[in-house]
């Protein structure tokens, strides 16, 4: 055995170094968040080789007097933190003290600062194997410039592992444009190699922080969001999301920020993600730019030496939080509103947007009609909602039951196709209510005359079919084009999901209850957690240490194997405190059904049925996007069909 040593400082900082700093970026990411942190307004980068070669960051921050110079690069040295009640409510981007110290230990780094209210600049370098402060004097503005050459040339096995010069500028890029996004009010302007890339000026007003977000993210990501601004219980969540037909095959377009940090928390993916996972296709990412502002006492930054990750004081609140409002933006995006674009656009993978019309020609919901007097659920024989007694349940009922669901899954597809309808009697002698089908039944819509209005609906009045699939409708502003399919089949599960959730949900007990073996602790949460169960129709018991018993499953799920669902669920409440699996398997299951059930194409429909369908898309949520995420209808304005015939040249 090797006897201890004391490692020396440029030793232990170039250890510090490997968590501190990674490539380039780290080191942009880093000086930045110091230069915020000292006030600063506006921020040069010019950098050379990907950082590689050189990284100049110059701010016009508050500055750093002679006397802490000595300190600046030295570890464990801040401004930011004195006592422990400060770190439990830092609101700051840095406070280690270790940045400058690791940076400088693996460069050859100098800094130049004038304090504020100072007369004189100073610039101070580490030298030595001892890394002493070497101070000397220097002209410079208020403010602090740190000029970083030769990254890692003392530590060649680090310079390795480096990429090529264009993807470690890709990733220099990303931290400037994250931080440029957290800090509207500074100026960002980047240069690499000599050429301009990013020259944003501070914003001032809504439109110029639209701007900045146009030339960040792009024009189409502005195109197709929406702004949200809310506050509850303390938290308050604003920025832009994305509209779901605006989603991504990767989630490169996701930024969340805590406080003006930015964060990659699985607690807030896993809200977004829940809110977004009625309207997206598998596998599809959805895009957002969103603020969460909180106590800083209520958030512990102080979990990763990067500081990308956060945790919070009361994570089901904020997950409920983000959740409820994002779903509820979403939801309420109806052809009427006129947060959604207008005009058609194309997401970067080629994926049509859809396009909502201005609010003047918006029908007050005050002033339509009911929804469709025959509903769809009543056709198809469904009859989820009377609760089973579980003490003394009706045998009867509970088949009756079992074939509503089974003739919906069954053949409420065929019956579309064919045009025969499911419709219900009642037996004048009996009372009871007998599901018939019928070869010629009467249409699913009702009929809607144009003088039930006042004025133009938002998706007008339909003028003709086209091939069976597409319905044309013409309203005050243009063209609208609706996917006939796809827009009935988001109709029928909203109103399949609300008889679902406000009736009681059915269930059936089972003959042979079904014993899961687990650990104890996930014995636990399902003891802790017997609420979420029961909230659809499971009722789950703990019958020893590391088991536990399924005695009772909603009859939507009971064909599905629900010994894996109820591991799923109780993986996920361990994971993430909350568990939607549940409530998913049971929406996919009636998204299903709602697409078999969905009038399909080359059906012939009437106007009357063709304007029905228009008016319960506007009073319906979510009816800009089928159940697997695509667009039910598309808008074309006079001016964009002017541009296609080039009239008026």
Known sequence: MKRINLLSPRLANQIAAGEVVE???????????????????????????G???RIKIRDNGVGIVKDDLSLALSRHATSKIVTLDDLEAVNTLGFRGEALASISSVSRMHLTSQAENENEAWRVEAEGKDMAAAIRPASHPQGTTIDVRDLFFNTPARRKFLRTEKTEFSHLEEVVKRLALSRYETGFRLSHNGKQVYDLRPVTDQLHAEHRLATLLGKKFIENSLTLDVEAAGLRLWGWIGLPTFSRSQADLQYFFVNGRVVKDKLVAHAVRQAYRDVLYNGRHPTFVLYLELDPSTVDVNVHPTKHEVRFRDGRLVHDFLFSRIHKAIADVRPESDSAPTGVADSQDGSAS??????QSALPLANRPAASSMDWMRQTGYQGGSQVNSQNPSGDSIRSQLEGMQRLSGYAGELAQSGAQLTEE?????????TVAMAQSPSPFHHVAENDYQKVPPLGYAVAQIHGVYILSESEQGLIVVDMHAAHER???????NAFYEKNISTQPLLVPINISVSQSEADLVEENGQVFEAFGFKVERTG???????????????????NLVRDVISDLSTNGVSDL??????ELMASMACHGAVRANRKLTIEEMNSLLRDMEVTERSGQCNHGRPTWAYLSMSDLDKLFLRGR
Do not use: C, F, H
């Not at 549940?582 to 929406?587: D, F, I, P, Q, Y």
């Open 426 to 434: 009642i037996d004048p002698d009996t009372g009871e209510i007998k």
């Open 491 to 497: 109709i029928v599960y909203e109103r399949m999901k």
């Open 51 to 53: 950082g590689v070669r």
């Open 545 to 563: 240490l590391e088991s536990v018993m399924v005695r009772e499953v909603p009859i939507i799920l009971i064909r599905g194997d629900v010994e």
């Open 354 to 359: 859809i396009a909502a019309i201005s609010e």
């Open 23 to 49: 490539r380039p970026a780290s080191v942009v990411k880093e000086l930045l968040e110091n230069s915020l942190d000292a006030g600063a307004s506006q921020l040069d980068i010019d950098v050379e080789q």
């Open 582 to 587: 549940l409530e998913s398997r049971a929406n």
